[in-house]
């Protein structure tokens, strides 16, 4: 007796499709399972006969061998208890074989035969649909997701009866809208509108979200740093259905959907500087779960009191800000998830707080302040293209009462010079200016020989470094593109090279 089935494994964000062969033949009753199942899913075996059983239907008193196909791939993910318990009631003729042919099944079972809320149904419905299938059986609560995909007939259950049921003719689900794209800007808490003065810094996060450029805001405490940072998401442009899908299957993958749909708002995350690194990288014991540099893909990773984390977080992080991706390495092998996302930091300038302060004197002794200046530098700095002082607002600016620019208005300009970067880099497969690699920005840049000249001057004047030059490359383009300029002008560049942090350490403390 024979019966098949088809399942979808899970690595990393991707599904592939597989084929679930169950055999029943003589022999005492057990369930084998081969074809290269990861531990979890071994595991899952002691967990199919019960639901089988709980749902009123018959587990075979025979020898059951159940076979993933491909051999070669490994089967991982939490979702392959449905499609291995269906391919058991196929061969044993439970269920008829020719409508289940039609389907992939997902979707974690209990003792009790619920089929439980399964992380990555969208990945899973996503590669149904490429593998040419008509429908996906998944749990009721993830039904939402899975009709994201078009053209795809989407069958929610709540438990193994349901599904058995549907496949007799005994039962239909609840026809399946799908999720509507919800826009959450009515349900964003925060605007730039509530951010006072500071008139730098709003103009700094401004060129950051148009180019896509990593930002380190460092000032006093109160400054506001904390309050700009959390407002990058809301001026960035909106994400193209695509980009959307993506953060929506990442979320999906790592469980945090909660049955929401489509996500179209940019994510923003702010781990907490004690993140432990495979909570900041991904990572996981059952099946390889997408970290915070994952979740915060095409949108904001937003690391406040960067000096507080972990050294080795910190330098964990060089490779996803180069590569936009992060590679995680298990004895069972890497997985890949996608990690390109714009990066703020916050910090203080020094120990105490108030180094450079007009207001209060800064009381760290030499050898702290050194040390700190440490923490801050290195490779991670190299890598954020605008640096910038936040100073302590004077009390005519915390007064007054005028409302800033809200974001909705910085984010036209944004999408504009975002339109301009992509036509100007079309085919080079890089969608802003911060993603380009040195040579070709400035290639592409169209830098006037006076803006050449000024940058070369800073080269000797200021020690500029190879990378620190091409950083200056980038953000002045970005800063002509907000102009609408089509090439770069010394102006541009002058902007450009005040927002570094050396240039910042040579400011006078002005301590009075
Ligand atoms: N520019 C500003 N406009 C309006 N309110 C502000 C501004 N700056 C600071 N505030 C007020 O001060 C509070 C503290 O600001 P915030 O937490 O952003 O400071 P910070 O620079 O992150 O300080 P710390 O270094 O202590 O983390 C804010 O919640 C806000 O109420
Ligand atoms: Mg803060």
């Not at 004895?331 to 207001?359: H, K, Q, S």
């Not at 809200?406 to 984010?411: D, F, G, Q, T, Y």
Request: net charge positive; hydrophobic share 40%; glycine share 10%.
């Amino acid at each position: 007796m024979y019966g098949r089935v088809t399942g979808v494994s899970l690595l990393g964000v991707r599904g592939h499709v597989v084929t679930v062969e169950a055999h029943i033949g003589r022999g005492l009753p057990a369930l084998t399972l081969t074809g290269l199942p990861g531990a979890p899913v071994q595991d899952a075996r002691d967990r199919i006969r019960p639901a089988v059983e709980s749902a009123g239907l018959a587990w075979p008193m025979r020898r059951v061998v159940v076979n993933l196909a491909p051999g070669n791939l490994r089967k991982e993910g939490p979702g392959l208890d449905l499609p291995v318990a269906m391919g058991v009631l196929v061969a044993s003729a439970q269920v008829p074989a020719d409508r289940v042919a039609g389907f992939a099944f997902a979707g974690e079972l209990s003792l009790k035969g619920e089929l439980l809320p399964t992380p990555g149904i969208l990945s899973v419905a996503l590669a149904a649909s490429r593998a040419g299938l008509p429908g996906v059986v998944v749990p009721a609560a993830n039904a939402g997701e899975a009709a994201l995909v078009e053209g795809l007939e989407v069958v929610g259950a709540g438990t193994l009866t349901e599904v058995v049921g549907f496949f007799r003719g005994t039962w239909r689900p609840p026809s399946t809208a799908p999720e509507r794209e919800r826009t959450r800007e009515a349900e964003r808490a925060v605007d730039l509108a509530e951010v006072r003065g500071q008139a730098r810094a709003r103009r700094a996060l401004e060129v950051a979200a148009a180019g896509g450029h990593n930002v380190l805001l460092v000032g006093p405490p109160g400054a506001g740093k904390t309050m700009l940072a959390r407002r990058l998401a809301t001026i960035l442009p909106g994400m193209t259905r695509t980009e959307a899908l993506e953060v929506t299957q990442l979320h999906s993958v790592a469980g945090l959907l909660d049955g929401a749909g489509l996500r179209t708002d940019r994510p923003f995350r702010a781990p907490h500087h004690s993140i432990s690194l495979s909570a900041l990288l991904g990572g996981g014991s059952s099946y390889p779960r997408p970290g915070e540099v994952s979740l915060a893909h095409h949108g904001v990773l937003f690391l406040d009191e960067l000096t507080e984390f972990r050294r080795d977080a910190v330098e964990a992080l060089r490779q996803p800000l180069e590569d936009g991706r992060v590679v995680i390495a298990r004895t069972a092998g890497t997985v890949e998830f996608p990690a390109r996302f714009t990066l703020v930091a916050a910090a203080n300038p020094c120990p105490c707080g108030f180094l450079g302060d007009t207001r209060r004197r800064c009381v760290c002794q030499e050898h702290r302040l050194q040390a700190y200046r440490q923490r801050l530098s290195g490779p991670l700095l190299d890598r954020i293209d605008i640096q910038l002082v936040v100073p302590r607002l004077s009390r005519r600016e915390l007064l007054d009462e005028t409302p800033g620019e809200p974001s909705a208005r910085v984010r036209e300009r944004v999408e504009e010079a975002r339109d301009r970067q992509r036509i100007r880099l079309r085919g080079t497969g890089y969608a802003c200016n911060a993603h380009l690699p040195g040579p070709l920005a400035r290639r592409l840049s169209r830098v006037r020989p006076e803006a050449l000249e000024l940058l070369a001057r800073a080269v000797d004047g200021m020690a500029l470094s190879g990378r620190g030059f091409d950083r200056a490359v980038k953000v002045a383009r970005t800063i002509a593109d907000l102009a609408g300029a089509d090439e770069v002008g010394t102006d541009h560049v002058s902007e450009a090279l005040a927002y570094r942090m050396d240039v910042m350490e040579e400011e006078p403390a002005g301590v009075g």
